[in-house]
């Protein structure tokens, strides 16, 4: 569902299929994560929000192919069944071959969405804080293929983030703006909490209060409300 509409909800945002598609997609993986937790890709991105306020998403984004090939072979296996249901290879393709297609895949799908390989905000000391900060995280309940210490998650961050270290630090530096406004404009997004029953509070982001009130009827769909 996520290869077959991303991109149409990228390139075209008034695309309300792609959009309810990728909605009910979010909402099935919220569900799946919930029961199985997570890895290394949210424990890492936690730490660059903590530290340097990344947008969660946007950080998950830059990781992930990072991470998967951090995994080696030890993911190959999961990776290739993926790929096979994202029609990216054939049940019979190389194993091996299949999953770092995948990854690959997956770095091709950020080039096209703008998403960058890295960051250049990092300030080069704080690195070992927040490895330490992942690895408290993550170690040991999530259920990742490859266990990685703090020593190892470092790495993430020296050879995979790092496009350009920072000299000073970033935190008066705003990542992204937003604003309550009922106008697309460029750059700015509406933000809007969206209730329901006991289903929690999500953050909706949306160009404006008529789209982000149509994505809520369409969640109390989806959720059987």
């Known amino acids: 569902m996520i290869f077959e509409n991303l991109e149409t909800a990228y390139k075209d945002g008034k695309n309300e299929v792609a959009r309810r598609n990728m909605l009910r997609a979010a909402y099935i993986a919220g569900i799946a994560f919930s029961k199985s937790y997570v890895g290394y890709v949210h424990a890492v991105a936690h730490s660059l929000g903590g530290q340097y306020n990344v947008p969660h998403g946007l950080a998950n984004a830059v990781l992930m192919p990072i991470v998967l090939d951090e995994f080696g072979d030890s993911a190959y296996e999961k990776l290739h069944q993926l790929a096979v249901v994202a029609g990216v290879s054939k049940e019979n393709d190389s194993i091996d071959v299949s999953a770092k297609r995948f990854i690959q895949t997956i770095r091709d799908m950020n080039a096209r969405m703008n998403i960058p390989t890295g960051f250049t905000n990092i300030v080069e000391a704080d690195i070992p804080m927040m490895a330490e900060h992942a690895d408290a995280e993550a170690n040991p309940l999530y259920p990742v293929p490859k266990l990685m ?4 998650l470092e790495k993430l961050y020296n050879d995979g ?5 920072s000299a000073t630090h970033p935190h008066d530096e705003p990542f992204c703006q937003w604003e309550e406004t009922d106008e697309i404009k460029p750059g700015i997004w509406h933000v809007m ?5 006991d289903h929690g509070t999500a ?16 969640m109390i769909v989806i959720l059987g409300k």
């Open 161 to 165: 983030l790092v496009d350009t270290f």
């Open 149 to 152: 210490d703090a020593s190892e």
């Open 193 to 197: 909490p969206i209730t329901h029953g």
């Open 203 to 218: 953050i909706g982001l949306f160009e404006s209060k008529d789209i982000t009130q149509k994505f809520y009827e369409d």
